[in-house]
């Protein structure tokens, strides 16, 4: 039975816990700095004095937290899944006043199987064809809702990873999404909604996080790529052998029996943000496509 209820606030109160759980761990591990002993007197042959550790000197990253890898971080997708999944040649849009500012970069299949490409049932493949008949207005995207999985992990922009010793949470920059991975209390969703329900586990070094409970509105990407709400997505999030922490091969195996004749996986790397300051910033884009949504419903001035 389908019970309780998550919204943004358990989200904020969970990355504060998170967070906390994260500093302590890291005090354990020997992540604080520790304070500068005192220099020596100045003289001939006296050494020379130990550089200052004040506020602002870097904490080193633990290789892990509880025993597991360490994912925390802000990770970003480099490819052009979000136009397309499949292979697709660079084209034009209806939006010829920009250029090429708008145009669609070529870019190869991030899917692994099927020869590279989704295996639709018939009814399902008809439903691509209107959604592209439908774009950009069609595309969730263009609307300001939350992206669905596994999109929200290559869309143009940066996420966050906030992993402690229990529950693990991810922070999207588009629309402010966010998700609970529950890594001990796996229960069913509460309700459909637009990024699931995750439920995680470790296997071996590698987190794998059963997603279900999506409603049936998100696209895959921009060329109408769909699923009903009988989807199931399953993650995969493992730290790239040699790339220091910085790199995580990412697969997502996507199921859906009324809309697919076959399970297919997509694959591809996700990046760590190194810049010395880098955070996840706000992209509350409702503002924005108001006028998309609403701009028919104003009230018509006489001329």
């Given at each position: ?10 989200a ?6 998170i ?71 660079a ?24 020869n ?11 439903k ?14 263009a ?82 790529n ?11 999030y493992?730290i ?48 924005f496509?108001?006028e998309?949504?609403y ?9």
């Amino acid at each position: 039975m389908r019970k309780g209820f998550t919204g943004a606030f358990v989200a904020m109160a969970m990355a504060a816990a998170i967070t906390l759980t994260l500093t302590a761990q890291q005090g354990r591990q020997g992540g604080a700095a520790a304070p500068a002993p005192a220099a020596p007197a100045q003289g001939r042959g006296a050494a020379a004095p130990a550089p200052a550790q004040g506020r602002g000197a870097a904490t080193p990253r633990p290789d892990r937290i509880a025993g597991r890898p360490n994912l925390n971080g802000i990770y970003q997708a480099i490819n052009t899944a979000n136009w397309n999944l499949e292979d697709h040649s660079a084209s034009s849009t209806a939006f010829w006043q920009l250029g090429a500012i708008f145009a669609i970069p070529a870019g190869q299949s991030v899917i692994t199987d099927n020869n590279g490409t989704i295996p639709y049932t018939p009814a399902g493949l008809k439903k691509r064809t209107e959604n592209q008949a439908s774009w950009p207005k069609g595309d969730p995207e263009a609307k300001c809702y939350m992206p669905g999985l596994p999109r929200a992990n290559y869309m143009p922009y940066p996420f966050q990873i906030v992993q402690g010793n229990k529950d693990i949470l991810f922070v999207y920059e588009y629309a402010s999404s966010n998700r609970i991975v529950h890594m001990s209390n796996h229960t069913e969703a509460p309700v459909d909604s637009w990024m699931g329900w995750s439920n995680g586990k470790w296997d071996g070094d590698t987190l794998v996080i059963e997603a279900k409970g999506f409603n049936d509105l998100s696209w895959f990407d921009r060329a109408g790529n769909h699923h009903s709400d009988a989807l199931t997505v399953t993650e995969r999030y493992s730290i790239m052998p040699g790339s220091g922490g910085n790199i995580l091969n990412y697969t997502a195996r996507i199921e859906d029996p009324k809309t697919f004749t076959r399970p297919w996986t997509i694959a591809m790397p996700l990046y760590r943000r190194v810049e010395p300051n880098v955070q996840l910033l706000e992209y509350k884009c409702v503002e924005f496509s108001e006028e998309l949504l609403y701009g028919d419903l104003k009230k018509k001035t006489s001329e």
